[in-house]
């Protein structure tokens, strides 16, 4: 079978034109927008204004991370949000503590003290577990016996309760 690299294709054509338009659209808005925090652009209002279908969204993120280089855009499930300074919005370095080492440590045992006393066993487990996102021996070197309600996961990640 021979491919024909000439050829080209009404529907693509008319896809590439329609999503320029936008993309030249939230540039701008990018550009122009001079308020606290990132440009954000509802893809819902996106969609309907310009008569797309969602899936292309990943492909006209692309376009706008394409078009400029001092914005980066991000697709955030509703929206399309603008960071003007990329290398400060998404790679952040370490955030000064506002206290010495020894006092954040000092404040996160008594934080994790008071969560302790909150709850049952279950609940407490269940918030180191799934909102911190300690580990099993994590939550054993913090002082936690949680080991008389649940065992190590299973082959299958799953806790069983004893």
Same mark, same amino acid.
């Given at each position: 079978?021979? $491919?024909? *690299?000439?050829?080209?294709?009404?529907?693509?054509?008319? &896809?590439?034109?329609?999503?320029?338009?936008?993309?030249?659209?939230?540039?701008?808005?990018?550009?122009?927008?001079? !308020?606290?925090?990132?440009?954000?652009?509802?893809?819902?209002?996106?969609?309907?204004?310009?008569?797309? =279908?969602? #899936?292309?969204?990943?492909?006209?993120?692309?376009?706008?991370?394409?078009? *400029?280089?001092? $914005?980066? /855009?991000? =697709?955030?499930?509703?929206?399309?949000? #603008? /960071?003007?300074?990329?290398?400060?919005?998404?790679?952040?370095?370490?955030?000064?503590?506002?206290?010495?080492?020894?006092?954040?440590?000092?404040?996160?045992?008594? #934080?994790?003290?008071?969560? !302790?006393?909150?709850?049952? =066993?279950?609940?407490?487990?269940?918030?180191?577990?799934?909102? &911190? !996102?300690?580990?099993?021996?994590?939550? +054993?070197?913090? !002082? /936690?016996?949680?080991?008389?309600?649940? +065992?190590?996961? =299973?082959?299958?990640?799953?806790?069983?309760?004893?």
């Amino acid at each position: 079978m021979k $491919i024909n *690299t000439q050829t080209q294709y009404q529907c693509v054509q008319n &896809l590439e034109k329609r999503l320029s338009v936008i993309v030249d659209d939230v540039v701008a808005g990018a550009n122009a927008y001079n !308020g606290d925090g990132p440009y954000r652009a509802l893809i819902s209002d996106l969609m309907a204004q310009y008569k797309f =279908d969602d #899936a292309y969204i990943p492909l006209l993120v692309e376009m706008l991370n394409e078009r *400029t280089d001092d $914005i980066v /855009f991000e =697709d955030m499930v509703d929206e399309i949000v #603008a /960071f003007r300074d990329p290398v400060e919005q998404i790679l952040p370095g370490p955030a000064p503590l506002p206290y010495a080492p020894e006092r954040m440590a000092h404040l996160l045992d008594k #934080a994790l003290d008071w969560i !302790g006393m909150t709850g049952r =066993d279950e609940e407490l487990y269940d918030t180191l577990k799934n909102e &911190l !996102g300690m580990t099993n021996s994590e939550i +054993s070197a913090a !002082g /936690f016996e949680l080991e008389r309600y649940y +065992s190590e996961p =299973d082959g299958d990640g799953f806790i069983e309760m004893k």
